[in-house]
């Protein structure tokens, strides 16, 4: 397990509180509420990724003499894509089933293709994984709404719990490491 830094490399023990209690707060949002808020949800989040990372791009760009042309160009690409997040919750986030489900069949597939290459002594779950990492990609990709939209809001919903509660653990653990 990993050691808490010390307390003058850290952040302070509730910053990590507050922002697990946020994520604990929209995967309340994703998961209790109504498909449309939910779906709205999603999308404003993902505005707020393409933001942080036009932020990081940024500053890369500023700290950085190898490929500035290029940090800036994705970092302008990310403001643009921040600002679709934010006016357009929705299509950002049936963008963002339509790339799940190609990236579920492509990691079904390299899963697939590992276990059948590899043939180690768990190779017959790697056929499994794989197998059904592929179907739900299908099924994430299919064309009915409600249930692509089911797939990305439990997903994007047990990952906030999951992250907010990582948080707030993570935040307890440095507040016992500074006393």
Do not use: C
């Not at 830094?5 to 990590?16: A, I, L, N």
């Not at 949002?29 to 505005?47: C, H, S």
């Not at 299919?142 to 439990?154: E, F, M, S, T, V």
Request: net charge positive.
């Amino acid at each position: 397990m990993a050691q808490v830094k010390s307390r003058e490399q850290t952040m302070p023990w509730w910053v990590f509180l507050i922002t697990g209690i946020a994520w604990l707060m929209i995967s309340m949002l994703v998961l209790r509420y109504d498909t449309n808020t939910a779906i709205k949800t999603v999308g404003y989040l993902l505005g707020a990724l393409f933001l942080a990372a036009a932020i990081n791009e940024f500053l890369v760009y500023a700290a950085t003499d190898s490929w500035r042309w290029a940090h800036l160009l994705l970092g302008i690409v990310f403001v643009f894509g921040s600002l679709w997040g934010f006016t357009q919750p929705k299509e950002a986030f049936w963008a963002l089933a339509s790339v799940l489900g190609l990236l579920l069949v492509l990691q079904g597939s390299m899963t697939l293709i590992g276990a059948v290459a590899v043939k180690g002594p768990m190779w017959g779950l790697g056929l499994v994984v794989g197998t059904l990492e592929i179907l739900l990609g299908f099924w994430a990709s299919q064309q009915y709404y409600p249930a692509r939209a089911a797939l990305i809001l439990i997903w994007v919903g047990f990952m906030a719990l999951f992250r907010g509660i990582g948080q707030i653990v993570l935040a307890f653990g440095v507040k016992r490491e500074e006393a």
